[in-house]
C-alpha cells in the first residue's frame, strides 16, 4: 500500500528518499543532505507533492548508499545564476564572467584531481615564457649580470650608457638596458678603477 501511495505521489520510493528520510539513513541533519547534493554527490529531483502543497526535494538511495559505502558519487551541479537573475532557477549555463569555463562543475575525486593538477602543470611547462624585461632595476641588474650592485650603482654615477636615471638627482633610481649591460658586464670589477 505503501509503495502504490508514493508511486502516486509521483516517486519510487525504492530508488528516491524525502529529505529528511535521506538525512535520517546517513545519519546527517538536513542541512548537510542539502551541502552534499550541492556539491554533486547525491543526485536530487523535485516532484509535486498531493494536493499540490508545493514540490517535495527527494534524493537517490543509490547515491545515499554509495556515500555509506565510502565511494561517493559525482553528479552535474547548476552553475550560479546570472547577476540580473535572467535565467531560471536550476539553470545549466555558463557563467558570462568566464566565458570558457564548463557548463556544468563537477566534483573530482582522488586520481581525478592528481591527474587535472599533473595536466595543469605540464601545460604550464610548455606555455610561452613570459617576455624579457628591456629596462631592469639595481637589484635586478645585478642578479642578471652577476655583478655586484654597489660596482653597478659606481658605474651609473660615472656615467654609464647602459644605465638611466629615473628618479631625482639628490634620490637616484637607476634602470640598466639589458642589451647594454652586457658589455658593461665586459669590463671586470676588480680591474676597474672607480
Known sequence: MESLQN??????????????????VLGISAR??????????????LTARDRGRGKLALYARA???AILAGHPNSHAVPVDQEADG????????????????????????????????????LAASFAPAAPCKPWLTLTEAAEYSG??????????????????NVG???????????????DLSAVRPDSASA
Request: glycine share 6%; charged share 20%.
Open 86 to 121: 535572467n535565467a531560471p532557477a536550476g539553470a545549466l549555463q555558463l557563467n558570462p564572467a568566464q566565458p570558457a569555463a564548463p557548463a556544468v562543475a563537477v566534483r573530482k575525486t582522488g586520481g581525478e584531481a592528481m591527474a587535472v593538477s599533473f595536466l595543469q602543470q
Open 63 to 65: 547515491d545515499l548508499e
Open 168 to 182: 631625482s638627482p639628490a634620490s637616484p633610481r637607476w634602470r640598466f638596458s639589458r642589451e647594454l649591460l652586457g
Open 32 to 45: 548537510q543532505l542539502e551541502r552534499l547534493a550541492a556539491k554533486g554527490q547525491i543526485e536530487t529531483q
Open 7 to 24: 508511486l502516486q505521489n509521483g516517486y519510487d520510493a525504492a530508488s528516491w528518499l524525502p529529505k529528511l528520510n535521506a538525512a535520517e
Open 147 to 164: 655583478l655586484p650592485a654597489a660596482w653597478l650603482r659606481r658605474q651609473a654615477r660615472a656615467g654609464a650608457a647602459c644605465a638611466v
